[in-house]
């Protein structure tokens, strides 16, 4: 195994159990390792500080698989990690709360660049780092064993790949084909579910918990759900007895499948409760016209991909929240979400907080939100905390 040396005082972060290592703390590598093998981390006095995967091609070098000189990287440890995190997931089975949920969180489950969600009877992955590529194989003959499906699909169609110099793929990487749409329930609701060309890696399992908490709220309410994709919040919200929803998305096939999902919920569609089109630009319209909701879901994409874009994003998430209080009866609620990682739960409370100052409007917060409990952070990496949201009462 190939031994990288880090440079003098470089070894803080990987003693602290951070599983990322960036080029600039490496000192020497000897030899010429390919791209994912497992490569021996030492600091500069030549402790052996644990084994991780090298990426040449990206910032982030190596990403530790293990920490410590006790464990060898082989087929029977990484069988282990996905048993591990795949063994964690037996609650959802057990509560029968969703078929639809993650089985491997990435870092946060000790399976670095591996994403791994459960449809129903399929598995749906993302191979995003050299490492996880490289024990591709083992990683699927696991999965298969530890939570039997019809098929694997690989979704590793996202940008990420190139830092890696890895090219997107997609496509059956054991059994059958996924169908073309794949029916899911979560607590009492169904969605279709498109694996093949959805986003991320067909759905935002990540929000099952908040749509559960806006469930909670919804009964009577007029409700507008702002970046709808797929209907997920308002169709939850119609569940619970919602007076009407408007959903709101830019993506055309997004919408067609909110109104398949609303079809598969309720009886009724009304094709005037799906608007195509900004948010921002619609949200000023309501303003305009003099349009008030009971309930506001703002979930929008990431608006901040750098550090360099994160002020400008601050100023994003600003501009939304303003105008969806300003839609707010008094007593509404706005339940609202940032997924940037870069953004912190602080800075989004302050953001959210700016927008209520300008608005005039007394808030007050009923509950913070964040990504479901199938999408662990991990205590060490806090980069794996990047869904948070407020559910808020306007006065
Ligand atoms: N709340 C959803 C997930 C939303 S993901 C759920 O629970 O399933 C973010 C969505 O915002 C995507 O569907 C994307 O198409 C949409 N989007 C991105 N920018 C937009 C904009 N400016 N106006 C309207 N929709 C936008």
């Given at each position: ?27 020497r590598i000897d030899g ?107 990683i699927v003959s696991a ?14 169609d996202v940008d990420v ?235």
């Amino acid at each position: 195994m190939t031994d990288i040396t880090l440079h003098p005082h470089r070894d803080f972060s990987v003693l602290h159990r951070h599983p990322w290592i960036f080029s600039g703390a490496i000192a020497r590598i000897d030899g010429t390792p390919e791209p994912g093998v497992p490569v021996r981390v030492l600091s500069a006095e030549g402790e052996v500080l644990g084994i991780g995967a090298f990426s040449p091609s990206s910032q982030i070098r190596v990403r530790m698989w293990t920490f410590g000189d006790k464990q060898a990287v082989d087929e029977a440890f990484v069988r282990d990690r996905v048993a591990r995190a795949v063994g964690g997931r037996a609650i959802f089975i057990a509560e029968d709360q969703t078929n639809a949920y993650r089985l491997v969180n990435a870092e946060a489950d000790g399976v670095p660049g591996l994403i791994a969600d459960r449809y129903g009877d399929w598995i749906v992955c993302q191979f995003t780092a050299a490492g996880a590529e490289r024990w591709k194989r083992e990683i699927v003959s696991a999965l298969q064993a530890f939570s039997p499906c019809r098929g694997v699909y690989e979704r590793s169609d996202v940008d990420v790949r190139e830092h890696e110099g890895l090219p997107p793929l997609t496509g059956v990487l054991a059994g059958e084909p996924p169908p073309e749409r794949i029916e899911i329930v979560e607590h009492s609701c169904r969605y279709l579910v498109d694996v093949r060309a959805g986003h991320k890696t067909g759905f935002y399992l990540d929000q099952r918990d908040s749509r559960e908490t806006v469930k909670r709220y919804a009964n009577g309410c007029d409700v507008l759900n702002a970046f709808s994709y797929t209907g997920g919040f308002g169709i939850a919200a119609v569940a619970a007895g919602a007076a009407s929803v408007i959903h709101v998305d830019l993506s055309e096939p997004a919408l067609e499948l909110a109104k398949s999902n609303t079809a598969l919920n309720t009886c009724h569609v009304d094709e005037s409760s799906f608007i195509q089109g900004n948010v921002f630009e619609v949200l000023r319209k309501f303003r305009d016209e003099g349009r008030s909701f009971d309930l506001v879901v703002l979930d929008p994409p990431k608006f901040a991909e750098s550090k360099g874009s994160l002020m400008k994003a601050a100023r994003g998430y600003k501009d939304i929240n303003l105008l969806g209080i300003k839609l707010l009866r008094p007593g509404g609620l706005l339940a609202t979400f940032s997924c940037s990682g870069l953004m912190t739960p602080d800075l989004f409370h302050k953001v959210v907080s700016d927008a209520a100052v300008d608005a005039k409007r007394d808030i007050q917060v009923i509950k913070r939100l964040q990504q479901a409990e199938d999408h662990p952070e991990g205590l060490c990496f806090p980069e794996g905390l990047y869904l948070k949201g407020l559910l808020c009462r306007a006065w």
